[in-house]
């Protein structure tokens, strides 16, 4: 079966997705840089790994983008830290390279060659890699075809299937039994991801549920935050914090109302507003909707703070942050396309918010059910959370620590997955 869809992939597949992307370069500057940038590494491919010690092992960790990356990173770290080893990691999209050049756990970062036999023979044969982590789902069959040709250990880390997954329709399950035999061990999330993965005739032995290392960075991440000074540490002296984190304008339109409700039962709250885009236009768009109502003013000018009840975040990369001076937060998205990341906010043990689009997300639906966060489908609904929550601590409080509880219950995946690789190496 496998040269059956070797050639089905590499005569049909392939081609038109390599056709999609240089079509799209055209229009698209990062996909274009993607495109410079692997013309340029075929050749100096040698000279970025000339660093790695020929007597240690290589460990190649793959990553698809920055977010599939910082799940990577407390494995790497850990790695790195209690191994003599080479690290080597590569990205498929710009944003994880560009973002990841000088990340100090690495010995070299690239990006992963398009899928084309020769490339893939071509840069294995330069990396000589001992051991591959694919993170989540970013694996690329000719390049599992020539790494298990090779003997080369595979492994597919914070690994997740779901039940209704479009890899199990007939002709695509049948391609992916082909790909997933490549793969030596995978990792799961869960017990559930380990028995949807069982349906592609996977060995069970191959198969183990560690967790999620998501828990881990996001914990590691926090502590980091902790000790960054955003703002003086009187500024919120007697007055509540509300951080509204990753804000939509479809958000934004049952929020804002609600907040208004909220400062005529609890003039002593704040709010802290994070677009998603703080793009000049949305945040004048947020300016002139407050103009009248209630005193804004923005972070980069938090040194003249009046004790404005709206401030107005025109930074990026400071959210996690942010969230560790919230009594409450409301993560947005959820009104959109879904929602953004609810850990962040969960792992400082406060109640979170959002609205009805958290389909994509397990951890919010597992915060909903423990009480530790809270699902509002219109502005009325919003204030009613709202003012309970900033009205009667002791909910506050308890809500809180189911936060908390959630996130501390679930670290722990990146020791479990550094002792399988121990195993190894």
């Known amino acids: 079966m496998k040269k059956f869809w070797y050639i089905i992939y590499n005569v049909f597949v392939f081609p038109l997705l390599y056709g999609v992307f240089w079509i799209a370069r055209i229009v698209n500057d990062k996909i274009k840089s993607g495109f410079d940038e692997r013309k340029i590494q075929e050749q100096i491919l040698p000279e970025l790994i000339k660093s790695f010690d020929k007597n ?35 990205f498929f999209s710009p944003s994880g390279y560009d973002n990841s050049k000088k990340y100090p756990y690495a010995d070299a970062v690239a990006y992963l060659p398009f899928d084309k036999p020769s490339s893939v023979k071509l840069f294995i044969n330069t990396v000589n890699p001992d051991i591959v982590i694919f993170m989540r789902y970013d694996f690329w069959p000719n390049l599992l075809w020539q790494l298990k040709d090779r003997g080369i250990f595979t492994l597919l880390v914070d690994a997740t299937m779901v039940a209704t997954s479009k890899r199990k329709l007939p002709i695509i399950k049948a391609f992916h039994k082909t790909l997933f035999n490549c793969i030596d061990l995978f990792l799961t999330v869960s ?99 407050f103009t009248g109502k209630e005193k804004t003013i923005r972070f980069s000018s938090k040194n003249r703070y009046n004790n404005e009840r ?116």
């Open 310 to 425: 709206v401030i107005i975040i025109d930074s990026i990369g400071i959210l996690l942050t942010l969230y560790f001076y919230a009594d409450v937060a409301y993560v947005g998205g959820s009104f959109k396309q879904g929602i953004h990341n609810v850990l962040e906010p969960a792992v400082y043990g406060i109640p979170v918010l959002f609205g009805p689009k958290i389909d994509g997300s397990v951890e919010a639906g597992e915060l909903v059910k423990r009480g530790a966060a809270f699902i509002v489908k219109n502005e009325n609904e919003a204030f009613e959370k709202l003012n309970k929550l900033f009205s009667d601590d002791n909910y506050k409080i308890e809500a809180g620590k189911k936060s908390s509880e959630f996130v501390n219950e679930h670290t722990g995946a990146t020791e479990k997955i550094v002792a399988e690789i121990e195993k190894i190496i």
């Open 56 to 90: 240690k092992k290589t460990i190649w960790v793959h990553s698809s983008s920055l977010g599939e990356f910082e799940q990577a990173k407390p494995i790497i770290r850990k790695l790195k830290n209690e191994y003599d080893i080479n690290i080597f990691i590569t």
């Open 191 to 289: 017990e559930n991801d380990v028995r949807n993965f069982l349906d592609f005739s996977i060995p069970p032995q191959k198969l183990t549920a560690v967790g999620d290392t998501r828990y881990d960075r996001v914990f590691q991440k926090s502590m980091q935050a902790r000790e960054k000074k955003l703002f003086r540490e009187s500024l919120f002296e007697g007055k509540k914090v509300f951080l509204f984190g990753s804000s939509w304008p479809e958000d934004e339109e049952v929020i804002f109302p609600a907040f208004e409700k909220l400062l005529k039962e609890n003039n002593d709250v704040v709010m802290i507003i994070a677009p998603h885009e703080p793009t000049v236009v949305h945040l004048e768009k947020i300016e002139n909707y």
